[in-house]
């Protein structure tokens, strides 16, 4: 789930160094440059709380950057137990309450991973602007305010350390500016001397039941899905569709993921079942959903979006054949 959140499109390598003085750079877009090349480049561990849904989780993180490519290791330090290792190709999840491992090919998402990868030339339905500056965990920071031109999206506040740029504290913002989750560094090493990891709880892995997640695809020129869109919210492209089984009966779903280049929404469809599917609007913390009936078939959508966006588009769903 931290993987959702979390959980970047520089090159790699780039050293403690060369991003020292940071402090002096004027320009947002320089600062959220820099982020975006530190939190993939520099080699980094510490504990983070994750506030979200009146919930507080204690997460670490390991973080490790060289000529191979990155890798980062998060582990819940509350809760249950849960651990998620991110490379280049792949995510794992590890449940060892539930001894099972899924594991699926990396994909933009939405959520905080997409604000540290983001680009922000592409992002037009959102202004950027330098806030109030303070102090995160003895820290001085650059705060640096992402924030959506129109209702549909959330917006941020990042926390900037001036020394390396990295994000100490994370703020996602509802439409009247009150956080709806929230991320904070309670301790951060750059540099350190570790090998955590190389260390996993997989110990007994012969016993855990491990799933393989048909990974979405970027949809083609072309490609003719069964379901079509109508108009959906401004900024909000189709990226990536997948179709893979619901279940034992063999039912088919069809996922779509809509992007604005930060924020994400995903479209799940599949045939009505016996029992009554999702009707209207649900909320969970930052998350929403809306559900509808069409021709026979369960829309669900959800994304860390305003609750307008989502029962926008589960409006805009049709049938191919009915466009």
């Keep these: 789930m931290i993987r959702t959140f979390l959980v970047s499109t520089l090159s790699v390598g780039l050293s403690l160094g060369a991003v020292a003085g940071i402090e002096d750079r004027k320009d947002v877009q320089e600062w959220l440059e820099a982020m975006t090349t530190a939190v993939r480049s520099l080699n980094y561990e510490g504990t983070f709380v994750y506030l979200h849904d009146n919930q507080l989780e204690s997460m670490r993180v390991i973080h490790t950057a060289d000529e191979g490519g990155e890798q980062e290791r998060l582990v819940s330090l509350n ?43 592409s992002l037009s339905h959102y202004e950027f602007r330098f806030m109030n500056d303070t102090r995160i965990a003895g820290k001085p920071v650059k705060v640096v305010g992402i924030l959506p031109k129109d209702g549909f999206r959330y917006g941020y506040s990042l926390y900037l350390d001036r020394e390396n740029a990295l994000p100490l504290k994370t703020d996602m913002l509802a439409v009247n500016g009150v956080p709806v989750s929230q991320i904070m560094f309670t301790s951060l090493y750059v540099n350190p001397d570790s090998k955590e990891h190389d260390q996993t709880t997989l110990d007994g892995k012969e016993h855990y039941g491990w799933v393989n997640q048909k990974p ?108």
């Design 79 to 121: 809760g249950a137990a849960r651990e998620v290792v991110r490379d280049n190709a792949s995510v794992t999840c590890i449940t060892p309450d539930s001894n099972s491992v899924s594991v699926s090919r990396r994909a933009i998402g939405g959520g905080f991973r997409a604000v540290f990868s983001m680009d922000p030339e």
């Design 216 to 323: 979405l695809h970027p949809i083609n020129e072309g490609e003719q899905p069964d379901w079509a869109f109508g108009e959906v919210p401004a900024g909000f492209v189709l990226d990536l569709h997948s179709r893979r089984s619901a279940g034992s009966g063999g039912e088919i779903m069809d996922h779509f993921l809509f992007s604005d280049g930060l924020a994400s929404v995903s479209v799940y469809v599949e045939r009505t079942g016996d029992g009554i599917g999702l009707r209207g609007g649900s909320q969970m913390g930052a998350m929403n959903a809306f559900g509808r009936e069409v021709d026979g078939h369960q829309i669900t959508v959800v994304g860390a979006v305003p609750s307008v966006t989502v029962q926008t588009i589960a409006e805009a769903v049709r049938p191919a054949a009915g466009l």
